[in-house]
């Protein structure tokens, strides 16, 4: 008798690049997944680039986990502990959360298995936090908490906890990622994790100040044409992010999130608070702003 060697057309969590324990239904709940279970080009590439992404967020969330644990140890045997150590667990805040694509796989494959801890998604469509609401709500995950407001405003909201560990903004499109910092600053976050997008504020910035800087600097042929202006103004924006963050006491990582075929809005900014600030961070931020003509136009933006 022939053996039957035709595949089910089911897919494996291996086929899926899926986790241990991770649940299928929240993948097709978010369209990442058919209800019959399959995974398109587009999704795999979406899928991908999350789960890479909380690879890195997972292991801070970790380091976070065991530093509380050991400060909570020397509390117990009367111990001096020179930071607090949260009772409620672990907090994080997803800006620019969108369809909390990001925020549910986190939950997901890291909280759902804790006792306590809160993920907070800060998106300004209100049909998309209602949507992420219901989601949550149908999935039994409690302790995700959605609000319908501005990543600029959020920090003023009565919903949030005066300290937040780790922020996170994946593509949070222009000065967003700038209010991701400012936020993540006032919150005093132990680390940050993002992805900028679509940074136009800079690039507008030389735009208008360029027949000056022409004549007044060689540099300035590094954004004569209007493709190297953009691009420019977005590699300037992530260098002077970085540097402000290292300027504020955080130790910075760039890399890439995934493969550049997958997207090209790829910069990955890793901040780790040390409570160190960097003061020749601080001379060179102020240096290269002043070496552009930026000095005046984003002041309030580093101060």
């Known amino acids: 008798m022939k053996k039957n060697n035709a595949k089910s057309d089911a897919p494996k969590p291996l086929d899926l690049d899926l986790r241990p324990g991770q649940s299928i239904e929240l993948l097709k709940e978010l369209h990442i997944l058919t209800r019959e279970g399959k995974l398109n080009q587009d999704s795999r590439r979406k899928l991908k680039q999350v ?3 909380f690879q890195f967020i ?87 908490v959605f609000l319908n407001t501005s990543v600029a405003e959020s920090s003023q909201s009565d ?32 680390a940050m994790v993002l ?11 030389l735009r208008q100040n360029k027949a000056l800087n022409l004549s007044r600097t060689p540099l300035a042929e590094l954004w004569r044409h209007p493709l190297h202006t953009r691009e420019i103004g977005s590699q300037l924006t992530n260098v002077l992010r970085c540097l402000y ?7 910075v990582t760039v890399t890439e999130l995934v493969g550049w ?10 901040a780790r608070y040390t409570g160190r600030p960097k003061a020749g961070a601080a001379d060179r931020l102020q240096a290269l702003l002043t070496e552009f003509g930026l000095t005046e136009s984003l002041a309030s933006r580093y101060p």
């Open 261 to 270: 075929e997958h997207s090209m809005k790829n910069e990955l900014i890793l």
């Open 159 to 190: 919903q949030m906890p005066a300290q937040i560990d780790v922020v996170t903004a994946l593509h949070a499109c222009d000065t967003a990622t700038d209010d991701a910092i400012a936020f993540g600053l006032l919150k005093k976050a132990r």
């Open 51 to 53: 789960l890479h992404l």
């Open 195 to 205: 992805v900028p997008c679509c940074q136009a504020e800079v690039a507008a910035k």
């Open 58 to 144: 997972e292991k801070i969330l970790k380091e976070l986990s065991e530093e509380d644990a050991a400060k909570s140890s020397n509390v117990a045997a009367g111990k001096p502990a020179d930071v607090h150590a949260s009772h409620m667990g672990l907090t994080l805040a997803d800006h620019g959360a969108g369809k909390s694509y990001l925020g549910f796989i986190v939950y997901d494959l890291f909280f759902k298995a804790l006792s306590q801890g809160h993920i907070y998604g800060i998106e300004t469509r209100a049909e998309l936090v209602e949507a992420s609401r219901a989601l949550a709500q149908r999935l039994d995950f409690k302790r995700m």
């Open 245 to 251: 963050l290292e300027s504020k006491g955080y130790t």
